[in-house]
């Protein structure tokens, strides 16, 4: 099982600031098969990213994913008000499909 | 706009089972693979179940297998999960999800593009 560890746990920063989240694998992720979501308190998680770095239809380029092997990185350029939430990772090069903790992006 | 809607979440006791529905609308249900995703509390996402379109084959995480059935019908546009000989540890939100294959397999090459809000389940006594 590939286990996904997203760091930091919190990351407080201001409207405006670039936000770096980091997803690190236990095992390479065959083929950048690597998806980030972003998850509003009681909400649908919405995809964000799938291959690691194509964004899905309708997000905001100011969204990218980058990253292989056992590194990946989501980088939101600019925050915006509604960009203060949580996001997960998700790797589907193997079964089980697995995902990180989640990092919560505050308002600082 | 795609829509999941969930439903059939609840209080169970331990050993008891459940059936979770989720209605599809906006896309062919027919030609998507579709899954169930579930978070525990102040927990992280959890992969559970996911399934071909005519239901040919289905695939599970080891800690429901036997225990949970995920099945499909297609002229309703729904999506089920039959979970029976529930334990305290399946509590959580269960999310409906549209499944996105990478490879002509499917069988792990997959990520979710759209979700439902999800059903609460509770195993307690």
């Known amino acids: 099982e590939i286990v996904l560890t997203q760091s930091p746990g919190t990351l407080s920063l201001s409207p405006g600031e670039r936000a770096t989240l980091s997803c690190r694998a236990s095992q390479t992720v065959s083929s950048s098969n690597l998806a980030w979501y972003q998850q509003k308190p009681g909400q649908a998680p919405r995809l964000l990213i799938y291959g690691a770095s194509s964004r899905a239809t309708g997000i905001p380029d100011r969204f990218s994913g980058s990253g292989s092997g056992t590194d990946f990185t989501l980088t939101i350029s600019r925050l915006e008000p509604e960009d203060f939430e949580v996001y997960h990772c998700q790797q589907y090069g193997s079964l089980p499909l697995t995902f990180g903790g989640g990092t919560k992006v505050e308002i600082k | ?125």
């Open chain 2, 1 to 125: 706009e795609v829509q999941l809607v969930e439903s059939g979440g609840g209080l169970v006791q331990p050993g008891g089972s459940l059936r979770l529905s989720c209605a599809a609308s906006a896309f062919t249900f027919s030609h998507y693979w579709m899954g169930w995703v579930r978070q525990a509390p102040g927990k992280g996402l959890e992969w559970v179940a996911h399934i071909k379109q005519e239901g040919s084959e289905k695939y599970y995480v080891d800690s429901v297998k036997g225990r949970f059935t995920i099945s499909r019908d297609n002229a309703n546009k729904s999506l089920y999960m039959q979970m029976s000989s529930l334990r305290v540890e399946d509590t959580g939100v269960y999310h409906c999800t549209r499944v996105r294959c990478t490879s002509t397999s499917c069988y792990g090459f997959l990520y979710f593009d759209y979700w439902g809000q999800g059903a609460l389940v509770t195993v307690s006594s």
